[in-house]
């Protein structure tokens, strides 16, 4: 009798079995893309705000110090927002028409807040302490990246708990002298640090926390 | 009938309505009966379990609720910062405020925890005499009613959404009205009070208006108390006990650690002593009472007795203590008397005997005179000023209001914070003369059953929003301050009150510092400022006054109890007198003793129980004189026999969705003329109610759970504790790991429990535990993180009651861990067992695999994500757990880490012995719970697991547990026969526990 | 007409043949063949599906309804966390174990009896573990999350837990399903083939000429053949009684008084095959009746099967004996406890059913009558079937809901949605069972004509 199929089968048959193997890969690889990437991350997404504020502006040219508008990092386990009086200490004499300014003026008169875009925004289920990480040597730039060369800022890590565990392992890797905390230019060579590393963790007392409750609870 | 409950409930009875009828027919009427909520909340208020079954339906809508941290992307987030700074806030950290709760005219100190000025969660406050730290659950769960999405939150005119203003333009066109007849018509209702504030407000009302009248009902008086001393001092007087100056003391039906005011401070003075094993100072409790209560349960030795037979009984003591008092009629255990009476004897000025509220005048006059015999009195025992003022009988106060109601002689009626037409004795009728009342005011922070049928109502202030004071039981006033702006359209009564008073320009901040301006000597605004930061007015307490003891009272002989069934009327150990009845953690938190949930119930003996042919959970005809209420009934062991107990404050119709129409109403059957005490009769039905009960089994099975002894055999046998341990080999697969640096631990002292709850309310408000509803109990699924067995062991008829709380045991050997297949719960270097919520896919096995059952799981949605208000209470540093993870006690590991992460920020090595308070430990008013460092020799919890009271629970699994227990001592009297203890026999309770949780099958 | 006997002397009965005397090669391919091939829809057979189908959409209901509003929906508690999903997972898990015994085991043992039941069971052990596959997933509080038992690279920096039984049963299980499966196909493929040759439509050429991946029946093919299906059986072995073995862990690894215990791993073994081989002869008897296969599945099978019940139901019988007699002899107090609850606690009636069902009955195995009688045979096998998923919950329930701390004990009552569950699953298993019977040869032609000829030889000729 006729046969059923034709050559070519073989091939068509072979390429298919392939071609589902490969598929099942592509989406496998798709999904940990997607995952892992900046769109649930949103690493390096700029985020635009109700006020233009422009933080290379006041650190670089200015020269503000980080405390000055986040006062609490070294209390508190959130760093704080300024108030819009601070804003106003020097917006009320300078800049005191800009049109920028205006929602900044507009609180201040009117008593209502402004209303800032969360940039690093950790999940519900996480206790990140900003002022332990500071008295243990920890440096702003560690973590949100070089905010004195941002205009806008943007999250400059992916915050997923992997690269959270990778300093709560090895703190000598990113650890630098208390000095140096606000500096965020301080960008130590491989071998500098290696070998300041472990002076300072010990130095410092810093104690590797990688059980659940140091950040969950 | 019971029908004469509903006689104001608008809608049932409509006739009752004179000058409301035309308003019959009108949508505002409906509006008017059928308060604000929106249809949905009618639907939930009538499902069981009210609001959480309805939100649990919420949840489902929204389908995959708890999906929280799979591949979910992060919403959006706003920072928004403050525009001007307060400058003692530090955003992250929370800010204390002294302030107090009220109950029954009385205050306890309390320091409110804010975040952002959000109250989130109370402790007692130290400095305060009637808190001592300690604090009990009904004052911890007032955190909630501020959040409390139930309350009121607008002005109401006839069911309509009204304002102050024309409140105000109302109330004061009244007072023109009444002006040329001096006010005569106007009538207040208010609850007894301590405030002075308050009381000078009245002060000035009754200047302007001499024939206005002030009318004061409390459903849960002391009046018998201020009446005893008038007998006994020939005035009224205030009786305060001194027990941490008494070795004895008798508590006769009294309920002194719970119900009565200063419970606190009782607890703390007699149970604290215990935490130390210097025997003589501890002292000897004897309690006789009819039903068990948590001061019986912490009694060296324990009577059983009804209400009616308390006189009898102490005349029998006084007797033998050689006082002339006439021979009782009712026979008494002369036994128990003689032993009790050569013990005060002993005692001498440091005897006690502690008179229950509910007790005749002529038992508290007895009592005196037996003090004032032993030296006691000036002692032991105070008496002061009433801290009530002014003293008046409540019961009397209502009756002539309710005659005067139907002379029509009452034009206007201002009921603040009353709730009369559910409360008031069924025999008065409140509801029927109230009707005819043309103008009826009610303020209170709910639209209960007065409001229902009230032309106006004033949404009052939660505790924390408002200004006031208040006074504790020895006089010392505080001052209430509030910690937030009220978050809705609400008043206080002292406002409502000014606009009488002519007071009413300006805020109640100015009217209670006017108060104190005229009282406090010095610089005011210095100690203003003190008292507000003490929480405490600096010497307000009231001197000692020790009249002259009529010798008279000897011959007055207390009126004979009820004969036959004796049916008791008590105030509920949560709800009181139904006042907390909108609050969910107070009706959920299983009842101390009966640990029933979401109900009341007749309480019975188990030969009562027998002889009336009745058992757990069978619905009966609770029949007092006339009236009728059913009933289910609750077999519980350590009753008096021919007594049924039944608790105030259930079968409210009007109190929101949760609080309405759980339980049943025994003011259905509370008479006016024995509002205590009454001869009543069960008649079963054949039907039978599923009771929510979180305990069903309270047999040890020999399995020597609770541990304990007389203090006489421990002085001989020491080890007793360790007795019977098994020495097995204590293998383990793993390597034991050494805790070097911190090492936390627990220790709880079965002496100095008395299973109050305290624990479970203070773990419940810091811990964001959700509250499940009665069918979610009733299965099975509470969620509470600690909680209190209580066991019997003895005769099932007499037994003796112990209780142990359970927590997370922390085990070092933690069966749970070793069977989490995604490491969601995990050992940490200081010895928790920590529980990761977002790592948990909810197998259950850890739990199925913890011998102490500790975890908690969550079946649906039980936490509330939806209740903008209830976020408000959350505390932010505990995470809100979502559907389908499992969670348990942490140690409080937020305190823990806040102290780890100061210590360490300030460059310490280690955080300072015993500055850590488990939320727990902190409200426990008798100190009974202790935790700490391990590896600290000096901390309180490394030197009492030390002792050989110490024992680890189900310690032969080897699973090392980090909470232990010390045995239970009693500091008996050896001429009475000793109860056998606790490890020794077994109850046979278990028939008060058929039914129960499933009395369905 | 039926197998003929040759005359019995003695007591002895020789064993009744492996196949009919008058089945030749044609007569066995065409019966077993033309089941699939046929091209009429018989109705029997279509109520079957849609009764089973109809059972499958309570089963997605169910999930749908457990999904939404979370395992409250079922009857758990604290104490009881784990009830009938457990219960079920376990059962269905044991059922699936004859398939694989039989193809794999009795494959190395040279076992030619079981030819004729291979496929049919092992079918039946895919479906049966299609089936329990379901439970472990949904009966965590976060299905969604389950993958997170896998250990793969993630953004957390996080292993799962290699220390819990869990964790292993999800290996157990996986392979499990894989390598019966695979070795299901295999064993498929040479009458795939036949099917693709006999088949007259198109569309059925199609089909089995894919599914049957080119087979030819060269002598390369059959070598092939032979090897693969060696090593698969190999492999297959160990998993016939690792499965159960790591399922037993799953209690036996926990401090449960009941769950701790070191004879589980033989004797739920042994329970898995005794209720695989029941449910073999529940589902076998019929197909052989309605399909007329008497003489291809002979009584010397239905024999064999009741055996292998009898002997394994007497190692569970040993099991329950053990489990009683260590509590007491252990002298620890829980232990004993937790029999004396089980034999007159509130689940007492429970525990004498399981007796009744797996010890008793299968007693009556010893006698050839109810070996033979069909009718009581299936009867049998069905209380077996029973008596089994009591034993699991048995053990499940009555071990939690009592354990050591008196205060927290509870009672474990199923909800509507719990049988939802366990009907739904039979929903499914039938569903599937209807499907395999209808388009793929039940029997193994092909291995049933290397009988016959040495069947013809042997049997006397009429």
């Known amino acids: 009798m006729a046969q059923i199929f034709p050559r070519s089968a073989n091939a068509v048959f072979r390429a298919t079995v392939m071609g589902v193997i490969g598929l099942v890969a592509a989406t496998v690889a798709l999904a940990y893309g997607i995952h892992g990437g900046g769109y649930f991350t949103r690493q390096d997404l700029i985020r635009h705000q109700p006020v233009p504020f422009s933080h290379r502006h006041h650190v670089e040219s200015m020269g503000i110090d980080c405390r000055y508008c986040h006062w609490l990092a070294e209390e508190s386990h959130f760093a704080g927002i300024p108030p819009t009086h601070t804003c106003m200490g020097c917006h009320s004499q300078i800049w005191a028409e800009s049109p920028m300014l205006k929602p900044v003026r507009d609180s201040y008169e009117s008593g209502e807040p402004l209303v800032w875009n969360r940039v690093h925004d950790l999940p519900d289920f996480v206790y990140f302490n900003h002022s332990i990480h500071v008295a243990k040597g920890m440096g702003c730039a560690t973590c949100h990246g070089r905010v004195d060369e941002m205009a806008l800022v943007w999250q400059e890590n992916t915050l997923h708990m992997a690269w959270c565990l990778d300093c709560h392992r090895n703190p000598e890797k990113y650890v630098r002298p208390k000095d140096q905390i606000y500096n965020m230019a301080w960008n130590p060579t491989a071998r500098e640090q290696a070998e300041l590393g472990p002076k300072l963790v010990e130095a410092y007392d810093i104690q590797t926390q990688d059980h659940c409750y140091t950040c969950h609870r | 009938m019971s029908e004469n409950n509903a006689d104001t409930g608008a809608l049932e009875a409509p006739t009752h309505w004179t000058s409301l009828e035309e308003l019959a027919r009108t949508p505002e009427f409906e509006a008017f009966a059928s308060a604000e909520f929106p249809t949905a909340w009618e639907e939930a208020r009538h499902s069981e379990a009210g609001r959480r079954d309805f939100l649990k339906l919420m949840g489902a809508s929204l389908g995959l609720a708890g999906l929280s941290n799979a591949c979910v992307r992060q919403p959006d987030e706003k920072i928004v910062p403050y525009v001007k700074m307060p400058e003692e806030l530090v955003p992250g950290k929370p800010l204390e405020f002294a302030s107090a709760v009220e109950r029954g005219g009385y205050g306890t100190g309390v320091l409110v925890e804010t975040h952002t000025y959000r109250p989130t969660h109370l402790r007692g406050n130290p400095e305060h005499p009637d808190s001592r730290g300690g604090l009990h659950p009904q004052a911890q769960a007032g955190v909630l009613d501020v959040w409390d999405p139930d309350r009121s939150r607008q002005i109401r005119r006839r069911g309509n959404v009204s304002t102050w203003d024309s409140f105000v333009r109302e109330m004061n066109e009244v007072i023109a009205n009444l002006s040329e007849q001096n006010g005569a018509g106007l009538r207040f209702l208010t609850g007894q009070t301590s405030s002075p504030t308050l009381l000078r407000t009245f002060e000035a009302i009754r200047q302007r208006m001499p024939e206005a009248r002030w009318h004061i009902w409390e459903p849960v008086s002391r009046h018998h108390m201020y009446e005893g001393a008038r007998r006994a001092f020939g005035r009224y007087l205030e009786v305060r006990y001194r027990l941490d100056r008494a070795s004895v003391v008798f508590d006769l039906d009294a309920d002194f650690m719970g119900a009565m005011p200063g419970a606190i401070r009782h607890q703390a003075e007699v149970l604290r002593t215990r935490n130390n094993q210097d025997f003589d100072r501890w002292c000897r409790l004897y309690v006789a009472e009819p039903t068990p209560t948590v001061g019986g349960s912490a009694a060296d030795h324990r009577l059983r007795i009804r209400s009616g037979e308390a006189g009898a009984l102490l005349a029998a003591v006084a007797r033998a203590l050689g006082l002339e008092v006439p021979r009782p009629k009712a026979s008494v255990d002369g036994a128990f008397a003689t032993a009790v009476a050569r013990d005060l004897a002993a005692a001498g000025r440091g005897a006690v005997v502690v008179v229950g509220d509910a007790q005749p005048p002529e038992v508290h006059a007895l009592a005196h ?4 015999h032993l030296g006691a009195a000036g002692h032991a025992v105070v008496t002061t000023e009433p801290v009530l003022a002014p003293v008046v009988d409540p ?29 008031a004795p069924a025999d008065l009728e409140f509801g029927k003369a109230l009707s005819k009342v043309p103008n009826r005011v009610h303020v209170g922070a709910h639209t209960d059953e007065t409001a229902d049928v009230s032309h ?177 009934i609750w077999v519980l062991p350590g009753m008096a026999d021919d007594v049924a107990t039944v608790h105030l404050g259930w079968g409210r119709r009007s109190a929101g969705p949760v609080g309405s129409g759980q339980g049943f109403d025994a003011y259905a059957v509370r008479s006016s003329q024995r509002p205590w005490n009454t001869a009543g009769k069960l008649k079963k039905t054949d039907r039978k109610k599923r009771l929510a009960c979180t305990q069903d089994h309270f047999r040890m099975m020999d399995r020597g759970l609770i541990r304990a002894a007389t203090t006489d055999h421990y002085a001989s046998h020491p080890q007793f504790a360790h007795a019977r341990e098994a020495h097995l080999p204590k293998l383990t697969l793993w390597k034991p790991w050494s805790y070097e640096g911190h090492k936390w631990g627990m220790t709880i002292n079965l002496s100095a429990c008395n299973g109050c709850n305290a624990c479970v309310a203070a773990c419940q408000s810091e811990n964001n535990i959700p509250v499940v509803g009665k069918e979610q109990v009733a299965k099975g699924r509470e969620m509470h993180w600690i909680r209190v067995d209580r066991y019997y062991s003895g005769p099932v008829e007499d037994p003796v009651l112990t209780h142990q709380p359970v927590t997370c045991m922390m085990c070092e050997n933690a069966p749970c861990e070793t069977v989490c297949p995604v490491n969601a719960t995990v050992h940490g270097p200081e010895g928790l067992n920590q529980m990761v919520y977002n790592r948990c896919v909810g197998t259950r096995y850890c739990s199925n695999n913890c011998p102490y059952k500790v975890r908690r799981f969550n079946f649906h949605l039980y936490a509330d994500w939806y209740e903008e208000s209830l976020k408000g209470q959350r505390n932010p540093d505990v995470t809100v757990r979502g559907r389908g993870v499992m969670e348990k006690c942490t140690y409080c590991v937020q305190r823990i880490n806040r102290a780890t992460i100061q210590a360490r920020v300030e460059g310490k090595k280690r955080i300072e012995t015993d500055s850590i308070q488990t939320a727990c430990q902190e409200a426990c008013p008798s100190r009974a719970i202790s935790f700490g460092d391990l590896n600290d020799p000096d901390a309180d919890v490394a030197r009492k697991q030390k002792t050989p009271l110490s024992y680890a629970l189900l310690g032969e699994l080897n699973t090392r547990p980090r909470t232990t227990y010390l045995a239970r001592l009693f500091h008996r009297n050896d001429e009475l026969p000793v109860p056998t203890p606790a490890r020794q026999t077994e109850s046979h309770g278990d028939a008060a526990g058929k039914g129960g949780t499933h009395g369905s099958h | 007409m039926g197998p003929t006997e040759p005359a019995s002397t003695g007591g002895y009965v020789a064993p009744a043949r492996v196949v009919g005397s008058s089945e030749s090669l044609e007569s066995v391919t065409t019966k077993i063949g033309d089941i699939p091939l046929s091209p009429r829809l018989d109705k029997l057979w279509l109520l079957g599906l849609l009764g089973a189908f109809g059972l499958l959409q309570l089963l997605f209901l169910s999930i749908a309804w ?33 398939g694989t015994l039989i193809s794999a085991i009795l494959l190395l043992l040279k076992q030619e009896w079981r030819m004729a039941i291979a496929r049919f069971s092992e079918a039946m052990t895919i479906f049966a573990v299609a089936c329990a596959g379901l439970f472990p997933i949904l009966h965590t509080g976060r299905p969604w999350l389950a993958y997170w038992l896998l250990p793969y690279p993630n953004t957390m920096g996080m292993w799962p837990q290699f220390r819990s039984p869990l964790m292993w049963d999800v290996f157990a299980v996986s392979t499990y399903a894989t390598i019966s499966v695979v070795f299901w196909y295999v064993g498929l493929i040479p009458d795939l083939a036949t099917l693709r040759d006999r088949a007259k439509n198109r569309g059925a050429q199609w089909l089995y000429g894919l599914l049957s991946l080119g087979w030819r029946g060269s002598g390369r093919h059959w070598h092939r053949y032979e090897v693969a299906s060696l090593v698969l059986a190999g492999l297959a072995t160990p998993l016939v009684v690792s499965v159960h073995t790591i399922v037993s862990f799953d209690f036996a690894m926990s401090v449960i008084p009941g769950w701790h215990t070191t004879v589980f791993p033989p004797y739920f073994v042994a329970g898995a095959v005794y209720s695989g081989f029941a449910m073999v002869l529940t589902l076998i008897l019929p197909f052989r009746w309605y399909y ?56 007492a009636e429970y525990y004498w059913a399981l007796i009744l069902c797996n010890v008793i009955t299968p007693q009556f195995l010893w006698s050839r009558y109810f070996r033979t009688n069909v009718w009581a045979l299936w009867m049998l096998t069905i209380v077996v079937n029973i008596g089994m998923w009591l034993e699991r919950f048995v053990i499940v329930v009555t071990s939690l809901h009592r354990d050591f701390l008196p205060s927290s004990w509870d009672m474990y009552q199923p909800t509507f949605w719990d049988w939802g569950m366990y009907l739904g699953t039979f929903g499914l298993f039938f569903t599937l069972l209807f499907l395999f019977i209808r388009v793929l040869p039940a029997i193994a032609m092909f291995e049933i004509r290397m009988l016959v000829p040495d069947n013809a030889a042997k049997g006397p000729k009429e």
């Not at chain 2, 019961?395 to 559910?422: F, H, K």
């Open chain 2, 456 to 632: 106006w109502h004033i949404p009052s202030h939660s505790a924390f929003e408002m200004w006031g004071d208040v006074r504790s039981t020895d006089g010392t006033a505080t001052i209430m301050q509030p910690t937030l702006r009220p978050l809705h359209d609400t008043h206080s009564p002292l406002a409502v009150l000014s606009i009488f008073s002519g007071e009413n320009e300006g805020t109640d901040y100015d009217r209670v510092r006017k108060t104190w301006k005229e009282r406090l000597k010095g610089d005011f605004e210095k100690t203003w400022r003190r008292a507000l930061h003490d929480g405490t007015v600096p010497d307000t307490a009231f001197r000692v006054r020790q009249p002259k003891l009529d010798p008279k009272v000897l011959k007055g002989a207390p009126p004979p109890g009820p004969d036959g069934l004796e049916v008791r009327f008590v105030p509920d150990p949560n709800l009181w007198d139904g006042r907390f009845a909108t609050n969910p953690w107070l009706l959920e938190l299983p009842q101390p003793i009966t640990k029933l949930s979401w109900d009341n119930a007749v309480l019975v003996s188990p030969s009562t129980a027998e002889k009336q042919g009745l058992e757990a959970t069978d619905v009966v005809e609770l029949r007092v004189e006339d009236r009728m209420v059913e009933a289910p």
């Open chain 3, 66 to 98: 457990l999904v939404t509003q979370g395992t409250g929906v079922w009857g758990l508690n604290i104490p009881v966390g784990w009830g009938f999903a457990i219960v079920n997972f376990v059962w269905w898990i044991g059922i699936g174990h004859a």
């Open chain 2, 395 to 423: 019961m009397q106060s209502l009756r002539d209001l309710v005659s005067a109601m139907n002379a029509g002689e009452v034009e206007t009626l201002i009921m603040l914070d009353r709730n009369p037409v559910y409360d």
């Open chain 2, 369 to 372: 005179a037996i003090h004032a």
């Open chain 3, 292 to 347: 007329g296969l008497e003489n291809i599945i002979t009584e010397r099978h239905v024999q064999n099967c009741a055996k292998v019940m009898l002997a394994t139901g007497l190692i569970v019988a040993y099991g329950y004996g053990m489990e009683v007699f260590i509590a007491w002899y252990s002298g620890v107090q829980f232990e004993w406890f937790m029999v004396t609850n089980r034999m007159g606690g509130p689940y």
